[in-house]
């Protein structure tokens, strides 16, 4: 059964921290890695990762994946409140779109 | 850019009642998702849609149908809601293997 795991579930750091959030996966002919943020409403798409070793960026985030290890991370450097939301990480299935999501990780930044 | 509605934002609806739930997306994409959202399990896949008139089970169909009438539509459908369906609805859609753009969501109330 395909599966993917997120930790931790929640995680409340101070403004300014620096926060990683892990995905673990294991997903029958995997293709690609998606990380989603969710604040009150719908899921917007953040990064999809298919090429193992090959860090993506934009602005604070950032994220990478081992494909060997079969894991991803994603980094959020110098933490906004804005930043307060749960992320979501996803398995894609090669030849299809049909996504499998972990539990998602509550993040929470204090001022 | 890309939009997916969904008919309502909240709903409340008592044991037995038929349910359906709308959503629209205006990109032209083939393939239309319907998940479902509870806390500490994630996203779970209940249906999706390749084509119209075309659909495939989720990994939890069971108490949900759906209807795939025209390209832009996809609706979810509840023929008697229980308690247990009470829960956050989100639709998606998608093409290829590019991410998947969500709706705003439907948090359903049985009571």
């Known amino acids: 059964e395909d599966k993917v795991v997120q930790s931790p579930l929640s995680l409340v750091v101070h403004e300014g921290d620096t926060v990683t959030l892990n995905c673990s996966y294991e997903?029958?002919?995997?293709?690609?890695l998606l990380w989603y943020k969710q604040e009150k409403k719908a899921p917007t798409f953040l990064f999809m990762l298919?090429?193992?070793?090959i860090e993506k960026k934009s602005g604070r985030l950032s994220s990478i994946l081992d494909k060997k290890e079969l894991f991803s991370i994603l980094n959020i450097t110098a933490t906004q409140t804005g930043d307060s939301a749960v992320y979501l990480c996803?398995?894609?299935?090669?030849?299809?779109?049909?996504?499998?999501f972990g539990q998602g990780t509550r993040l929470t930044i204090n001022p | 850019d890309v939009k997916v509605t969904q008919s309502s934002r909240y709903l409340v609806k008592r044991t037995g009642e038929k349910v359906f739930l709308e959503c629209v997306q205006d990109?032209?994409?083939?393939?239309m998702f319907w998940y479902r959202q509870d806390p500490g399990l994630g996203l779970r896949l209940i249906y999706f849609?390749?084509?119209?008139?075309?659909?495939e089970k989720g990994d939890i169909p069971e108490g949900y149908s759906v209807s795939r009438e025209k390209k832009e539509r996809f609706s979810l459908i509840l023929e008697s809601a229980s308690t247990n369906q009470t829960s956050m609805y989100l639709c998606?859609?998608?093409?290829?293997?590019?991410?998947?753009?969500f709706g705003p969501g439907t948090r359903l109330t049985v009571l």
């Open positions: 849609s390749y084509d119209v008139k075309m659909k």
């Open positions: 997903v029958t002919n995997f293709r690609s």
């Open positions: 998606a859609s998608g093409e290829g293997s590019d991410t998947q753009y």
């Open positions: 298919t090429s193992s070793g």
């Open positions: 996803a398995g894609q299935i090669q030849g299809a779109q049909k996504l499998v």
């Open positions: 990109m032209d994409h083939e393939n």
